[in-house]
């Protein structure tokens, strides 16, 4: 016989435990004196038909079903408002992005997707139950669990099942009485409990607090960003062996041969690692080359050699607004105003921009680069208006960047990157169109620039021109190629960018070309090149 048959109810009616509870509450005479045990089973077998033939306590205890609100041997349990007390403090899993595509501040990148976590979730009962049971603050007993009190009796009585009845008997008696009072804890043990579990928290989670609210921690670091402290150095790069590796550089990067042109910067910073012309080269030509983690490297080591190169700053500032590190490309936005000559007494002296928050921060370096416009106001800074507009871009001020970048081109029409720039963000303000014209004048001057034509690539996509996109792709992808011959072993090297090839791979499905998507995976540019009829 279940416990269920003997606590569970039927709509309407009573069920046999209230029933039997009933029957121990009454004063019943008999004509011969019977035990209280036999009391017990005589009355309860007149009201029931059906008797079972032993009765085992270990079946009886399998299907009581555990207490939701069950304690620790060693506590008291607390009511279901310190349980939701601590739920609240449970972090809340995200939503996740949409896997379409998406772009940012030079280059137009896609929004990566991620996995919404599992969130962790604490089963409330279904509904009430039909027997208000109450948990126990007696003191001599230790453990509140009513199923574990339970094993206490077969324990003890396990060899004498007429025994183990009565007990058990006299301990359901006991709880229908209210002798057991498994009730809510005091207001004093709520109180202390709740203080418990809040410095608890607060003691297991200072560390993280203060590492979230430090741009010097762990978590907001370059490192923790993918940024390496130090380059890393393509291998076997036959240009080591040039003595002028760096003026070839510069010659390829004319020709627009942008990967040609950082094996012979990476070549040169080897042979003269303190030359901070050659670590500039390496990173801005990085940056063209759509590999920012390692133009911030390069930049910053150019800076630390000379920390005069004011396009640096700016170059870095925009890298970092790539990677979402909007705090330190404010902090270089910051760097190139104390750089300048025209603009380092607009810096306030009492004033320590890592102790502001990220908002704080905002606000300030806009307002200085605001009075390094005005400063001027007959003449035009295109330094000012690119810094202003990398600025913008970085707080989404979308429709001001597009004004900053067009009045910097009115004085710098031939600057590739400005015109690049200004295509990214009239993308980000979904004007594409126009961003495509941007980029063409990007392309016109420099034809090698890789991220303008992987910019035209993104804008395609989100005009739905799927083909386009992917002949876009594969132009940026054979540029990258061409450095090939500058290795000993061609054929086992890969200069290119995975973030080219993972888009050409996205946008073959949406054309719906899967085999066309499975030469993507295997890198097989030869046949991708026949198959958009790329020359």
Known sequence: MSLNKLVGGDCGGNNSLVQLSNIVGRDASFSKPLSQADSFVHEFMAQNSQVPQT?????????????????SHKSVQ???????????????????WSAGPSVSFMPQSMMRPFHMPHQPMFHAPAGPSNVQIQYLNESELENTDVKAKAQEYVNTVKDDDELAYNQFMNFMQKISAGELNFGEATEDQKKLSKDEILDEMAEKYKDEWAKLSDVSDYWGSEEANGIAKEYSFTEANVMLENKSALEIGKEKLKMG?????VLCFEAAVQQAPDSAEAWFLLGTTQAENEQDPLAITALKKSLEIDPR????????????????MSKYAYMSLLDWLKASPKYSDLFPQDIDPKKLDLKELENHVKTLYIKAAQLHPTQIDPD????????????????????????????????????NRLGATLANSERSEEAVEAYHQALNLEPGFIRARYN???????????????????????????SKSLHPNSSSVDTSSSTIWTTLRMVCSFMGEHDVAKLVDERNLGELNKFFEIE
């Open 55 to 71: 009765f085992n306590m270990n079946t009886l205890l399998n299907n009581l079903p555990a207490s939701d609100h069950a304690a």
């Open 78 to 96: 607390q009511p279901h408002s310190t349980n939701q007390q601590v739920q609240n403090f449970l972090p809340q899993a995200s939503m996740p």
């Open 257 to 261: 041969d942008i990967p040609g042109a």
């Open 309 to 324: 190169q004011l396009e640096a700053y700016i170059t870095l500032a925009a890298a970092y607004t790539n990677e979402n």
């Open 384 to 419: 000012v208006q690119n810094a202003l507009g990398v600025l913008f871009n970085i707080n989404q001020e979308y429709d001001k960047a597009v004004d900053c970048f067009k009045t910097a081109i009115s004085v710098a029409s031939d600057d590739a990157k400005l015109w």
């Open 456 to 482: 035209v690539g993104i804008t395609c996509m989100n005009l739905g021109a799927h083909k386009q996109a992917a002949e876009h792709f594969l132009v940026a992808l054979n540029q990258q190629f061409k």
